[in-house]
């Protein structure tokens, strides 16, 4: 389990992994339950270890398939 913990939130699920250039982070698609019936969804990114979680998207729109740019 990663160490990311949230007591505003809860994971709901995970997905799109994409590696960083350099391999120190990872960025994905992530869903939160924030409360009954509600979700919050969009693109993160991490350490490879699951710790420092920052949501870079946080739109009503479906965002997935994260892009690291160019190399």
Do not use: Q, Y
């Not at 960083?20 to 992530?30: C, D, E, M, R, V």
């Amino acid at each position: 389990m990663a160490p990311w913990r949230s007591t505003a939130s809860s994971l709901n699920r995970a997905g799109d992994v994409v590696w960083s250039p350099n391999g120190k982070k990872i960025s994905f698609l992530l869903c939160t339950s924030t409360s009954a019936g509600t979700e919050r969804e969009g693109i993160a990114t991490a350490n490879i270890d699951g710790t420092e979680v920052h949501w870079v998207t946080d739109s009503p729109s479906f965002d997935h398939e994260a892009d690291w740019g160019l190399r």
